[in-house]
């Protein structure tokens, strides 16, 4: 099997709720929205972000019950700087988020970041890793 996804898809109890803070307040543009089903952002090349309904998305498993949000992962979003972390913190702790760790210099890895909440429960880490970049062939090179 090739070391790739394609396709990280998230249960979400509220669809309407992505989608403001998605598109309409975070400003991303949807590849696809399916209203009351699926909302698809691409977010790298290749690679689909996909809120799935999470009544449908526990019928698409084939089980009957609604599935929980994600627990012990964050989606993490590298910026340039320590202030564009408190920039993009507060503009998702407006557009409904919550802020879970205000931004702060990190324990682990020498960076400046914080974690905010999505309103469907997704954490979100926002940093600035002066370690990290992504090269020509689009490669990520850490350390």
Not at 30 to 54: K, T
Not at 73 to 92: I, W
């Amino acid at each position: 099997m090739d070391q790739r996804v394609h396709f990280l898809t998230l249960s979400t109890a509220d669809l309407d709720a992505a989608r403001a803070f998605y598109a309409d307040a975070l400003g991303w543009t949807p590849a696809l929205d399916v209203p009351g089903e699926i909302l698809f952002f691409q977010v790298a090349p290749g690679l689909m972000l996909g809120l799935f309904d999470a009544v449908k998305f526990a019928e698409d498993l084939g089980g009957g019950g609604e599935v929980g949000p994600p627990a012990g992962v964050t989606l993490s979003h590298n910026v340039e700087s320590p202030a564009a972390v408190a920039t993009l913190v507060t503009k998702m702790a407006d557009a409904g988020g919550t802020v879970l760790k205000a931004p702060q210099e990190g324990k682990f890895g020498g960076i400046f970041h914080a974690h905010v909440r999505d309103p469907n429960g997704v954490v979100w880490e926002i940093a600035h890793n002066p370690h990290w970049r992504v090269d020509a062939d689009g490669r990520v090179i850490l350390g």
